[in-house]
């Protein structure tokens, strides 16, 4: 190898390591401000009235969904979005669903997006055997939305739009046998990156 290659090759090291160094803080300053742990997020809140999400009736889940930003971005520009490799793969994003257990019958998601990137949510059933974050993805970056009961990603509206921007809500609302469910960002590299959580409906 060459020397001018071998600085190339320690640059690449240094600036993952660094970056694995920035999602292990963030993760843990998160974690020690109960930003995993809130029942109702200070951020949905925050947008309720802004966004005039409706009365709930039934059962209501939370989601928060979270990215390091300007962290989301390689060496060379924005990290590749079409399967688990580059920085997206590194598990910098977070979704996050209070409570993680509901009654049977209508359930409402409202979803808040704490991070910087646009997100999304959708509701698909989890096939008996299969844990949450076990699709498979495809070239684009995405998982099949076969089955899907419901998405938010209308911002500040109910249902299927353009993505949720940053700092605003989104909801659907759906109607669930009891079962195992998964909640999980389809935009593209985002499944890979960890935005994916098990939602489970009881009788």
């Known amino acids: 190898m060459t020397p001018h290659r071998l ?9 993952a390591a660094a970056a694995l160094v920035l999602g292990i803080a963030t993760t843990v300053l998160m974690a020690a401000s109960g930003a995993f742990h ?24 939370d989601v928060t969904v979270w990215d ?3 962290m989301m971005r390689g060496p060379n520009g924005p990290a590749p979005n079409n399967g688990r ?9 977070r979704l996050v669903a209070r409570p993680a257990t509901v009654p ?9 997006n704490a991070g910087t990137l646009t997100h999304e949510v959708i509701v698909l059933p989890l096939p008996a055997g299969r844990a949450a974050g076990e699709r498979a993805i495809g070239s684009d970056g995405r998982v099949s939305e076969a089955g899907s009961l419901g998405e938010a990603s209308r911002t500040c509206g109910a249902g299927a739009g353009h993505g949720i921007v940053s700092g605003a ?3 659907t609302t759906v109607t669930l046998r009891a079962g195992r469910y998964e909640l999980l960002c389809n935009v593209p590299g985002h499944y890979a990156a960890g935005m994916y959580t098990e939602l489970d409906v009881t009788k």
């Open 169 to 171: 809500a989104a909801w």
């Open 85 to 93: 490799h580059g920085w997206y793969g590194m598990g910098m994003m």
């Open 7 to 15: 600085r190339q090759a320690w640059s690449a090291i240094a600036i």
């Open 104 to 112: 049977a019958g209508r359930v409402t998601v409202r979803v808040v």
């Open 68 to 70: 390091m930003g300007h």
């Open 38 to 61: 809130r029942t109702t997020p200070a951020s949905w809140r925050a947008h309720d009235t802004r966004c005039g999400a409706p009365a709930t009736k039934g059962s209501a889940v």
